[in-house]
């Protein structure tokens, strides 16, 4: 636990901690710690331990080890169902995601007319709140009057009109869209911020060759913008690994779980199957934890070893 | 990249840039003149432009359908939550900053590793925690579990911009007879007004936008913020589209005017504070 003292910037090493420093640190440090402890890491535990039990009526706990876990791996229909879906919904989602992002940059970096103002537009969506982006786009995708169904009846595809997010075979896309419409605007500003700082003599360097511009962006720009893309990649992967408010709004998981997530599954458990019992939903939220770490583990390692490859 | 558009390829970028604005921009447009129509109107021509705009629907959603109530909670929740955060989450900050003490790296990790946590780790046992203190259901829960969400990515922030104070400013402030407290609110706090800020405002707009914790911590309808208000009357008033398009305009209008405010601060802010 006890870690050395260190010495950060600029600090003298005089300050090293006397008796007499022990009463400002723990005004400064403990109500934030004390809060935290208790409405964060106090649950984190309190799940673990929770999702060793069985819940029953009148206050009633039992005692199952590691029971809910294996009746979740071997009988859930419907919690593999959910891991599946999140799972494409993760690697497509972040994929497209990311993607976007890095087009729209470029878009910006490559000065075309009125930069700032694109940039505020296409950040905007990032800002406002998921039940408000929900419900919009489930009127877009409405089938009577929603744009997308008006537009393609328009350039006479009414045939392939429908309801997109009430047929099982397309929900899953449907939200997806939305999730990328959202988020496609908060990857653009950090590869823009990393597009900037990108060293200007390497850039001269390649015009100064006559590199035409799709070589400069293949062979100079993209190399360089890699740290950034996976780090990106990763974060985005993690958000949507979580992924709950976008799915609750439009389609609750429906129809028939085509779109159900492991968290809004965790959340149908835990408050609207009316069973008292918290135990099985905190085995849920407990493994699909330790699978993110797991992922995450695996995907920065993966994605950083290619890159000591290369260089 | 500039020097070789020629113009074909200079117009094709534009149109480019105009068709990805309009996917974006579009649909508020859209629910802005959706919510200065009625319902029959709508029905009749989803995408007219308000030629007889109806401002009193604003009046009314305020007035009858509760938006006033769900408003005012919002605001009473979040402007607390991120007074709270902010002045909590800078103290530490200061703490951890400023102070080399035995385990301050382990505690460093322990609070920022909370930026990683999934919100279902917590919420199940959130729910029986609050339950049993009595603060189920109440808005002062909800502002208490909000500071702790977003303590982590607060510290986060603050630490990073205090550890870069020079540490004469202190000193000096230390010969002249300063007390540690003194320090803290005279010469870090000041000097870190910009990033105090940036953050303040990311909070707000995380926790205005914010919609699981209070669906599952909050049930009565007249404690319901803005996001649950909203949600309550999608179910309820199902063909009202009129209606509920004003609701999201009032959602969005105070997210809206910030965001013109401080484009930019918002900007960087978000950037800085999700790239860990």
Redesign the interface.
Known sequence: ???M????????TS???QRS?????I???A???I??A???????L??IY?SMHVMKPHNAVEFVGLGNYRALLTHDVVFWKAVTNTAIFSLVGTVCDVAAGLL?AL?L?????MARF???????????????VG???V??YDQD?G?VN?VLRWIGLGSVAHPWLGDPHTALWAVLATQI?KWA??NM??FL?ALYALPADVLGAA?LDHC??LA??VFV?LPMLRPTAV??LV?SF?GK??I??VV??MTRGGPLWSTET??TY??KR??DWNTFD?GY??A???L??IM?LVFVAVLTRLLWQHDKLEF | ?????VPLKKIT??L??VV??V???G??L??AALSLRTTPEI?GR??GFPLHPHFGKFLKAWTQSNYGQYFWNSTVVVVTAVVIATL??A??A????R?????????RF??LS?M??????????????MFSLGLYNSLSGLV??Y???Q??MT?YILETFF??I???LF?AAKLDGYA??EI?WRIALPVATPAVFTTALLNF?IL??E??YAV?LLTDNSKRT??LG??FF?GGHQID?GM?ATG?MI??LP??LL?SCF?ET??KG??AG??R
Request: net charge neutral; with cysteine.
């Open positions: 636990m006890a870690s003292p260190q010495v950060r910037h600029g600090e003298r300050l090293t901690p420093a022990w009463i400002p640190i005004t400064f440090v109500p934030a710690l809060i935290y208790g409405f964060t890491l106090f649950p984190v309190k799940t929770d729209l878009c970096f490559a000065k075309v007319p694109w940039k505020v537009v296409w950040f905007s969506p990032v800002l406002i709140s998921y039940v408000v419900i919009i786009w009127w877009i009057w744009i008006t419409w605007g908060f500003i950090v911020a015009e035409g511009w400069k962006l720009i780090s990106l974060l993690v690994m979580m709950f408010d609750w709004i492991v968290s965790v959340y835990a408050f918290l939903p905190s849920i939220a407990v699909w934890f993110i | 990249m500039q020097k070789g558009l970028l534009l480019f840039v990805c604005s996917i974006t921009g649909p508020f859209w629910v029905l989803p995408y909590l989450g103290m530490a200061h703490g951890l900053a102070y080399p003490f035995r385990g301050n790296r382990a505690l322990l609070i909370g990683m946590l999934p919100p279902q780790m917590m919420i199940l046992s959130l729910f029986q925690i208490v579990v500071v702790a969400t303590l982590p510290i550890s870069h020079p540490q004469d000193d540690d407290f803290f707009i205005w936008n919609f699981l599952v803005l996001p909203i949600m999608m589209v509920v999201l959602t969005i997210v809206l965001y484009s918002m900007i978000m950037a999700a790239v």
